[in-house]
C-alpha cells in the first residue's frame, strides 16, 4: 500500500458534509482523472506519484467550513468559493507545520509530511514540495493563470469531467445556492453557467 493510500479514506472523508459538487464524489473523479493522466504524460518522471495525488485531493480543502474558519470570518459558501483557493493553501501548510488549531483534523501528519517532502525524484530539497502543493493549489481554479506543471495537472484533474459528472456539480451548486427558481428559470441558470464557462472565450475553455 501505498503512502497516500494510507490516507486517502482521511482526506475524502473531509469533504462528507459539503455539496456533492465539490465533495467526496468530485475528489474521487479528479484522482481517477489524475490516475488516467499519469498514463498521458510525464508527471510521474518528474514528481512522486503519492505527491500529486495528494495535491490533487486536497485543491478543494479550502470549501470546508469547519477548516475555513480558523483561517477567516467569512464562512458563508458564497464567500468561500471565491477564496477557496488561496484558504486551501493556507490550510494545507497548517496541517503539514502541525498548527495545533487543526489538531483535530483526522489525517495522519507522519505521513502527510513524508509525502511533501519527497514530492520529487531528482530534487534533493524537500522543504519545496509543501510550497509546489501550495503553489498548485492555489492556481487550480480556471479563473486563475497555471504558471507550473503541477499546477496545470491538477486543474486539468479538477476541470475534466464527463458530461454527466459537470451537469451534477451544476445542478447541486444551483439546488444549493438559487433555491427559489422555477424549474425553466433553473435550466436557464445551469445552460447560462456552462455557456460563460465552457464555450469561446469561456474562462475554462483552454483546460491544459
Not at 135 to 144: D, G, K, L, P, T
Request: glycine share 4%; with cysteine; proline share 3%.
Amino acid at each position: 500500500m501505498s503512502n497516500f493510500d494510507k490516507i486517502k479514506d482521511q482526506i475524502l472523508s473531509l469533504y462528507k458534509n459539503i455539496d456533492p459538487g465539490h465533495g467526496k464524489f468530485h475528489i474521487t473523479q479528479c484522482l481517477k482523472n489524475a490516475e488516467y493522466g499519469f498514463s498521458k504524460c510525464d508527471m510521474i518522471n518528474r514528481y512522486e506519484k503519492d505527491f500529486v495525488l495528494l495535491t490533487v485531493s486536497l485543491h478543494d480543502i479550502g470549501l470546508l467550513p469547519d477548516l475555513a474558519k480558523f483561517k477567516t470570518s467569512k464562512t458563508e459558501k458564497d464567500e468561500l468559493r471565491k477564496i477557496h483557493n488561496t484558504l486551501g493553501a493556507d490550510i494545507a501548510l497548517a496541517i503539514y507545520e502541525e498548527d495545533p488549531k487543526f489538531k483535530t483534523v483526522k489525517i495522519d501528519r507522519e505521513i502527510f509530511k513524508r509525502i511533501c517532502d519527497n514530492w520529487s525524484k531528482k530534487e534533493p530539497d524537500s522543504k519545496k514540495g509543501i510550497h509546489y502543493l501550495m503553489h498548485a493549489i492555489q492556481h487550480h481554479r480556471a479563473s486563475v493563470d497555471q504558471t507550473t506543471d503541477l499546477d496545470k495537472f491538477v486543474r486539468c484533474c479538477d476541470g475534466l469531467n464527463d458530461h454527466k459528472a459537470t451537469l451534477t456539480r451544476a445542478y447541486f451548486y444551483g439546488e444549493d445556492h438559487y433555491p427559489n427558481l422555477t424549474g425553466k428559470e433553473y435550466i436557464k441558470r445551469i445552460k447560462d453557467h456552462l455557456t460563460e464557462k465552457y464555450l469561446s472565450k469561456g474562462y475554462a475553455e483552454n483546460l491544459p
